[in-house]
């Protein structure tokens, strides 16, 4: 027998509106009805497994030991995978598709240890249709290992190192700024970049230049490093380190990505102000006037998952 494990984290694209979060809540419940479920999100976009993978690896530190079921699965019903994924010397178990979507909350907690293809049914729940592995697969799997099953039982073992990474891009300081990526938008409109303060800091030279311009196509925005968001001025824009340790845009009390016209995965560039008008026009940053623009909701170090 493994670890008896008390608490599941749960993460999905399900929503809320469809019975399928409620259905397996109850399938985790009739197998082990010592669980408690900790719903993180279910909001993640319908198939999107980059949105859900940062999200996963953004909460990783701070979610209870115990099973992480995760299920961001466009691939349901062909050859994909299923796995778990054990890490921190038993502490906890991730359950879901090998898609890329447990890779960065994995290495963001230091890597696996062991890891196995769910390929015996013995653990499945029976069904005559292959597009809810959610229920008939991982639930299941992960409420057995939550009373004690031992990884191994779940199927064959598999190199840990083989799992399908997670396909992010890494942000970087070159001639003519920091070239960035938006990795992610809260319901706050507050644009989430995969750099970190320590990139701005290469860009700057000086931690106490305050000074930037961010550049969004043709636009080149002046911008204020902040630690607050009230600290950014009505109508303006700021950097701000946010709670997972990376660089966001953020607006006082409004949202940057509707004003901004940004989404996930656009590029952004940022650059050390030094007075002069730059490249393109420079643009102050007014509420609510680009029609049009949409705001959607689309990895700190260290872990405890």
Request: charged share 20%; net charge negative.
């Amino acid at each position: 027998m493994g670890q008896r494990h008390d608490t599941l984290s749960f993460l999905s694209d399900y929503g809320t509106d469809d019975e399928f979060v409620g259905v397996v809540h109850s399938v985790v419940a009739s197998i082990a009805p010592h669980v408690r479920i900790v719903d993180v999100t279910h909001g993640i976009a319908p198939h999107d497994v980059r949105a859900g993978g940062l999200a996963l690896a953004r909460s990783a530190q701070y979610l209870c030991p115990g099973i992480v079921l995760a299920v961001v699965d466009p691939g349901v019903g062909t050859t994909r995978r299923g796995v778990a994924v054990e890490v921190g010397g038993g502490q906890s178990v991730l359950v879901g598709p090998d898609n890329g979507l447990l890779a960065p909350a994995v290495a963001m907690v230091g890597g696996a240890d062991r890891a196995v293809s769910l390929s015996d049914p013995a653990w499945h729940l029976p069904s005559q249709g292959t597009t809810f592995d959610g229920r008939d697969v991982f639930a299941s799997v992960a409420a057995h290992l939550a009373c004690g099953i031992d990884l191994a039982e779940l199927g064959d073992l598999i190199d840990p190192n083989g799992l399908l990474p997670a396909v992010v891009s890494a942000a970087a300081v070159e001639t003519d700024g920091l070239h960035a990526e938006v990795w992610w938008i809260d319901r706050f409109g507050n644009v989430q970049l995969n750099a970190g303060p320590e990139d701005l800091d290469d860009l700057a030279g000086d931690p106490s230049i305050e000074r930037f311009r961010v550049r969004i196509g043709d636009r080149v925005l002046p911008a204020r490093r902040v630690t607050a968001f009230d600290q950014v001025d009505p109508g303006g824009l700021g950097l701000l380190v946010d709670s997972a340790g990376l660089l966001s845009l953020v607006m006082c009390r409004t949202s940057a990505a509707t004003d901004l016209g940004l989404g996930p995965a656009d590029p952004v560039v940022v650059e050390v102000f030094d007075g002069s008008s730059g490249r393109g026009a420079t643009t102050a940053v007014s509420l609510g006037s680009r029609p049009g623009a949409t705001s959607q909701i689309d990895e700190p170090p260290g872990g405890r998952v």
